[in-house]
């Protein structure tokens, strides 16, 4: 699907907005807090999470500093917008439509739910941003397995 003009407007305007102004931005500490550091060699992007997951095992709470191209920070923020609150299966699900819908590769199954992240399509035009935009999702795909493992030493 190609961009419109005013689809593109919009996509600038929003990737600037969470760029400026990210959402979720800090630390967090405490009992249950899982800290992921990741990385873009490619590019020199730089992420850290920090995700608190229940016992239900849904995310209670997660937020993210980093450095890096306003993709990578934009993407982080608005992950973390959707990602609250989220259980184990919205995760996942949101995760293989994000991947999806940025690379190109796989179907979308809930179109709905990626919201205002479906604006990040124009990105698999540029096989060298995937990555950018993945940064953050993937530091959260480690904090959940970390999670995961951690519930099952217990």
């Known amino acids: 699907m190609a961009l419109s003009d005013d689809l593109r407007d919009l996509y600038q305007q ?14 967090l500490h405490g009992e249950g807090c899982i800290h992921v550091h ?23 709470d997660l937020k993210f500093e980093g450095q890096g191209c306003a993709i990578s920070q934009a993407s982080a923020s608005m992950m973390t917008v959707k ?7 919205k995760v996942q699900t949101l995760l293989k439509d994000f991947r999806a819908v940025v690379t190109g590769e796989g179907t979308v199954q809930d179109e709905d739910a990626l919201g205002e992240l479906a604006l990040l399509e124009g990105v698999q035009k540029f096989p ?19 999670s995961g493992e951690k519930t099952q030493q217990a």
């Open 38 to 60: 990741g990385d873009n060699p490619t590019c020199g992007d730089e992420i850290d999470m920090w995700v608190k997951v229940g016992a239900d095992g849904k995310v209670e």
């Open 14 to 27: 929003v990737i600037l907005d969470h760029s400026r102004s990210p959402r979720n931005h800090g630390q």
């Open 83 to 89: 990602m609250k609150g989220a259980d184990a299966a």
């Open 128 to 146: 060298q941003r995937v990555k950018c935009a993945m940064l953050g999702w993937r530091a959260l795909e480690q904090a959940i397995q970390q």
